[in-house]
């Protein structure tokens, strides 16, 4: 069984940082890609960032380029995601994900396992 916790959620005023962290239990050793996505209230989840196993390649959205940094400590099993600069329009439930496939991936359907969430609110 996997399962997949994040953590580091909060209320931050515009133009504050927030690190999110997601810790990985049960059958971790084959996670090959993992990724952050988000939903906002009304709106459909969209991804944000992904990273592959190695740490090596990483891919974000256009919104969150620039500001955003996904990382990972393998050893750990633990996948970070560090927010700057953060907008009132970066407010959601941020989820991490993760899949045994190797290639990093944007789309929702190329993750098998899936956290809870946590909530990240910007203030302005």
């Known amino acids: 069984q996997v399962q997949l916790v994040e953590s580091g959620g909060g209320l931050v005023q515009t133009g504050g940082s927030l690190r999110l962290s997601c810790g990985a239990s049960?059958?971790?050793?084959?996670?090959?890609?993992m990724g952050w996505f988000r939903q906002a209230p009304g709106n459909e989840r969209e991804f944000v960032a992904a990273i592959s196993r190695s740490g090596a390649i990483t891919y974000y959205a256009d919104s969150v380029k620039g500001r955003f940094t996904i990382s990972r400590e393998s050893a750990k099993n633990t996948m970070y995601l560090q927010m700057s600069a953060l907008k009132p329009e970066d407010t959601a439930v941020y989820y991490c994900?993760?899949?045994?496939?190797?290639?990093?991936?944007?789309?929702?359907?190329?993750?098998?396992?899936w956290g809870q969430g946590t909530q990240v609110t910007v203030s302005s």
């Open positions: 049960g059958r971790t050793f084959s996670f090959s890609r």
């Open positions: 994900a993760a899949d045994d496939f190797a290639l990093v991936s944007a789309k929702e359907t190329g993750y098998e396992h």
